[in-house]
C-alpha cells in the first residue's frame, strides 16, 4: 500500500464565488493518488459551472473526479451522499470555501503507512480571521490525548472537517452501511464519534488545512439570543441522534444521554442569564440541577435572579 488512494468528499452549496483558493491547494498537492467527489447541493448560483470548469482542471492534474448533483439537503446530506460514491483506501472531507496546505495528503498517507494500528489521523490548522492566523489547537490544549470521544461531545476536541484522515477499513466496521442522520449541520460529529469511540485518534502537530473566517459565515455573525439557544440545541439533538445509532452498551449509551443533556443545557443557562431571560434561566437551571450540572456560582446566580424578579 505504497500509494493508497485518499477520497475526498467535498459538499457545495452556492460556493462559486469562494472556491477558488480550495481547487487551487488541490492542484497544488504533492500527492497524486486522490479521488475527489463533489456534491452540488442543489447550488442555486453558477455553482456547477465553476464545479464542472475546476473537474477538468483535477482531470488533467491527474485526479479522479466525481460529480454528483442532488436537491438541497444541507450538509449532512451532501456528506452522506458522498459516502455512497467514495472508492479510496482513506477517507477525508474539506468545505471549499477551505483550503489545504499542499502537503496535507501527502503527510497523512505517510503517518497511515507509517501507523498500520492507526484508524485516525487528525492535523492542526490555522484559524484565519481578517487575514490573522492562529493555530487551532490553541483553543484545543488536549490534542496529544488518545481517547477523544469524551471531549468532542463537549466541543473540547478539534472538529474542523479538513483536519482528518480515515482509514475506510476501520470506518466500514463502525458504519458498515456508510450513512448518517442527514441533518443540515453536525457532519463532522457524525463522522468521528463512532470512530473515536473505538479507536485512538492520532494527532500530528503541524497546520495542514485552513480554515477561513468568512464576514457572512454562521461563526462570524452576531447571534440572536434565540439563534444560539436553536443552534445549541439542534447540535445536541445531532450528537444524540449519532450515539442512538452506535452500537454501545444501554447503561453506558443512557449515562452518555444524561451527561449530555446537562452539558448543552447548561450552555442554554449561560446564554439565558448573559441577556437576563430569567424565565429561561430558571427553566434550565432546574434541567442542570437534575443532571448534576450546576455549580456553586449558578446557585447564586440564581438566586440574583430570582431576587431580582421579587424586587
Known amino acids: 500500500m505504497s500509494n493508497p488512494k485518499v477520497s ?19 492542484l497544488n498537492q504533492t500527492y497524486d493518488n486522490l479521488e475527489i467527489v463533489l456534491i452540488n447541493d442543489g447550488s442555486n448560483d453558477n455553482t456547477e459551472d465553476v464545479l464542472f470548469e475546476n473537474k477538468e482542471k483535477l482531470e488533467q492534474r491527474g485526479y479522479e473526479v466525481k460529480y454528483i448533483y442532488q436537491e438541497n439537503k444541507g ?8 459516502l455512497k ?27 497511515m503507512i507509517e501507523h498500520p494500528d492507526c484508524a485516525i489521523v ?6 484565519i480571521k481578517n487575514n490573522e492566523k492562529r493555530l487551532m489547537s490553541l483553543s484545543f490544549p488536549r490534542n496529544n490525548e488518545k481517547r477523544q470521544f469524551e471531549l468532542l461531545i463537549k466541543k473540547e476536541s478539534m472538529f474542523c472537517s479538513g483536519c482528518h484522515m ?19 449541520r453536525g457532519q463532522n460529529w457524525q463522522l468521528l464519534l463512532p470512530m473515536y469511540y473505538t479507536y485512538e485518534r492520532h494527532f500530528l502537530n503541524v497546520p495542514l488545512y485552513n480554515y477561513v473566517v468568512y464576514e457572512n459565515s454562521m461563526s462570524h455573525i452576531e ?20 450515539l442512538n445509532r452506535m452500537v454501545i452498551p444501554k447503561s453506558e449509551k443512557e449515562s452518555f444521554f444524561f451527561d449530555i443533556e446537562g452539558f448543552y443545557n447548561k450552555i442554554n443557562m449561560v446564554y439565558a442569564y448573559s441577556v437576563g431571560n430569567k424565565a429561561d434561566y430558571k427553566k434550565y437551571f432546574n434541567i442542570c ?12 446566580k440564581e438566586f440574583i435572579v430570582i431576587f431580582r424578579r421579587r424586587n
Open 166 to 184: 480515515i482509514r475506510v477499513s476501520d470506518f466500514d466496521k463502525v458504519n458498515p452501511d456508510r450513512d448518517i442522520f442527514e441533518y443540515r
Open 75 to 82: 450538509l449532512g446530506g451532501a456528506i452522506n451522499t458522498g
Open 8 to 26: 475526498l468528499l467535498v459538499p457545495c452549496y452556492n460556493i462559486a464565488n469562494v472556491c477558488e483558493k480550495f481547487f487551487e491547494s488541490l
Open 289 to 300: 440541577k437534575k443532571h448534576n450540572y450546576v455549580s456553586y456560582k449558578d446557585y447564586i
Open 223 to 242: 447571534e440572536t439570543y434565540e439563534e444560539k439557544i436553536q443552534r445549541n440545541n439542534e447540535h445536541k439533538n445531532v450528537i444524540m441522534e449519532t
Open 122 to 127: 487528525s492535523s492542526d490548522a490555522y484559524n
Open 85 to 111: 460514491a467514495f472508492t479510496g483506501e482513506f477517507l477525508c472531507w474539506a468545505d471549499p470555501d477551505d483550503f489545504f496546505e499542499s502537503n496535507s495528503f501527502e503527510l497523512r498517507v505517510k503517518y
